[in-house]
């Protein structure tokens, strides 16, 4: 598996064990994180990450069907390794692919439980996590797979925000990932002086656009053109999209 973490008859086989109950599923989920976060060919190989996700739904059922696959413990652990992995090889879209997968499954566990303890953890991690990405954004400026999994983010929150979350976590989800704060934060970016301007920022924005009501548009379209006209020239955009 260091060798080659994509080799499908071996991670088959790892998998035929585990059934068996001749490998624990811990173990292979340890084994898993090790090669993520220090090997560099294996942090961005998508069938490794394939496996990882398979092993975190044997883990969860194994013993309860109907047990769910993230406590806010998992989450926060899995979130980090998913960080350390896009740290080591750079713009890795797998390891941004797992992170949607975790957001999306967080999210449907939270649309099931009912309000509490257990629910505000959960919620908490997954806004800690939303605003840690976000500020990730900020600092990995060529980093387009981030940008595009928080915007598409966009609909695990729509749906917290018609769930049984506390009022002060659904007013936090609301007012900080819409699409209207989301175009506002990829605006910000593109400020004058604020940091040297990448094309993922202004795909950030055009991202967004295609989120927004109609009525919204030619708003963010205005904003756009006002911080830098001459940058926003070579992005045609009807205002009609």
Request: net charge neutral; aromatic share 8%; with cysteine.
């Amino acid at each position: 598996m260091i060798v080659n973490p994509a080799h499908h008859t071996a991670l088959n086989a790892r998998k035929r064990l585990i059934q068996d109950g001749h490998l624990p599923v811990d173990r292979e989920l340890r084994l898993v994180e090790l090669l993520v976060r220090a090997v560099k060919h294996c942090a961005k190989e998508s069938v490794l990450w394939a496996h990882r996700r398979w092993c975190l739904n044997h883990c969860a059922t194994r013993n309860d069907p109907s047990r769910q696959i993230f406590s806010a413990t998992t989450a926060c652990e899995e979130f980090s390794l998913i960080r350390q992995a896009c740290t080591i090889y750079p713009r890795n879209y797998h390891g941004w692919t797992h992170w949607r997968y975790t957001l999306d499954t967080c999210s449907s566990i939270l649309c099931s439980l009912p309000e509490g303890d257990a629910s505000d953890q959960l919620a908490s991690v997954v806004l800690q996590e939303l605003r840690a990405l976000r500020e990730w954004i900020n600092t990995h400026t060529t980093d387009y797979s981030a940008i595009h999994h928080i915007v598409q983010s966009s609909c695990a929150v729509d749906r917290l925000l018609s769930s049984s979350i506390n009022p002060s976590a659904r007013r936090d989800f609301e007012f900080e990932f819409s699409p209207e704060s989301l175009g506002h934060h990829a605006l910000a970016l593109l400020s004058p002086g604020e940091r040297l301007r990448s094309e993922a920022y202004y795909l950030y924005v055009r991202t967004v656009l295609a989120l927004l009501p109609p009525d919204k548009k030619p708003d963010l379209m205005n904003e756009l053109i006002k911080v830098d006209r001459a940058s926003f020239s070579h992005i045609r955009m009807p205002l009609s999209m």
